[in-house]
């Protein structure tokens, strides 16, 4: 991708969209599929405007043939997506909702602009949100409102506003304890 950003959505049950990624420029969308041979896994759906390079599979594997520096970036590209989806299953399985929340809002600000120490602005909306979390609209409204009691978040109309990044950031896990509440 050379501009823009796109999310990466899957299907699950009962057609339930689940958010699995969001990518930018330099990053790299179909690269999996390419270099398997096989039907895309996700839908890349844009947010912005976006500005494209587009390989064929067959070119792309060839490329990587001739520059083995390159594959080898890809490898470690890959290999970093792994560990990212195998801490996504970890969180969901060991999280709460509020936590899982408050780590995809935090991931959502550093992808958005970088690391954040004071307050700021995401437009999304709860089912955004939602899809991002693998949690129901409901679920994450009631996560929002402990957000909002605690003054963690402010929402208005499709916008989330992070008020205390340290605050969401510790309940999220990232700030070396749990952050149970």
């Given at each position: 991708m050379l501009a823009g950003r796109v999310k990466?959505?899957?299907?699950?049950?009962?057609e339930r969209t689940v958010v699995l990624a969001i990518r930018g420029p330099g990053e790299l969308v179909g690269e999996m599929?390419?270099?398997g041979g096989t039907r895309r896994s996700a839908t890349a759906i844009a947010d912005e405007d976006v500005?494209?390079?587009l390989l064929s599979g067959e070119d792309f594997r060839g490329y990587l043939r001739d520059h083995?520096?390159?594959?080898?970036v890809l490898l470690r590209t890959l290999v970093g997506r792994m560990t990212e989806a195998t801490r996504g299953?970890?969180?969901?399985?060991?999280?709460?909702?509020v936590g899982r929340v408050a780590r995809r809002l935090i991931e959502l600000g550093a992808n958005h602009g970088g690391a954040r120490t004071g307050p700021y602005e995401l437009e999304l909306t709860q089912d955004e949100l939602a899809s991002w979390t693998g949690a129901t609209r409901e679920t994450v409204s009631r996560a929002l409102r402990l957000m909002r009691q605690l003054g963690w978040v402010s929402t208005g109309h499709?916008?989330?506003t992070v008020l205390d990044p340290a605050a969401v950031r510790e309940?999220?896990?990232?700030?070396?304890?749990?952050?149970?509440t």
């Amino acid at each position: 991708m050379l501009a823009g950003r796109v999310k990466l959505v899957a299907r699950g049950v009962g057609e339930r969209t689940v958010v699995l990624a969001i990518r930018g420029p330099g990053e790299l969308v179909g690269e999996m599929a390419a270099l398997g041979g096989t039907r895309r896994s996700a839908t890349a759906i844009a947010d912005e405007d976006v500005e494209l390079g587009l390989l064929s599979g067959e070119d792309f594997r060839g490329y990587l043939r001739d520059h083995p520096d390159a594959a080898l970036v890809l490898l470690r590209t890959l290999v970093g997506r792994m560990t990212e989806a195998t801490r996504g299953l970890v969180e969901l399985a060991t999280q709460d909702s509020v936590g899982r929340v408050a780590r995809r809002l935090i991931e959502l600000g550093a992808n958005h602009g970088g690391a954040r120490t004071g307050p700021y602005e995401l437009e999304l909306t709860q089912d955004e949100l939602a899809s991002w979390t693998g949690a129901t609209r409901e679920t994450v409204s009631r996560a929002l409102r402990l957000m909002r009691q605690l003054g963690w978040v402010s929402t208005g109309h499709r916008t989330i506003t992070v008020l205390d990044p340290a605050a969401v950031r510790e309940r999220g896990g990232e700030g070396g304890s749990s952050g149970q509440t």
